[in-house]
């Protein structure tokens, strides 16, 4: 089975969305900067992205996801690309190897840690 790495969420309010989801939910606030926030729950990852900086997506992690697209390294250490499903939703592909290489973790929480 295919595993999903995060969902992302647009927000005009980061500050706000960040703080509404720790008042409501057991989650940890693993990154946030200017222009997006990662929240980590037990068993996904929820990014808050501002309107035009990031699109609102579903991404997934695959070995093969350089056949989905040309891969653009991230700031977190990541590779992947972007494509439009069915119904037009952003759906991001991770390359795993790029996953795998941030640690243990098998997931980008260990490369954004120190980013707090």
Partial sequence: ???IHHIALETP???ETVEWYRN???CAVRHRD???ALLAFDNILLALVRPG???P???FVRDDA???GELTPHRDGTRSCYVRDG???AVEFIDAASVNALGSSGDVLAASEGAQ
């Fill in 1 to 3: 089975m295919d595993r």
């Fill in 13 to 15: 309010k980061l500050g």
């Fill in 24 to 26: 409501h939910f057991d």
């Fill in 34 to 36: 200017a222009s997006w």
């Fill in 53 to 55: 900086d990031h699109p």
């Fill in 57 to 59: 997506h579903l991404a």
């Fill in 66 to 68: 350089n056949d989905f």
């Fill in 87 to 89: 119904g037009g939703n």
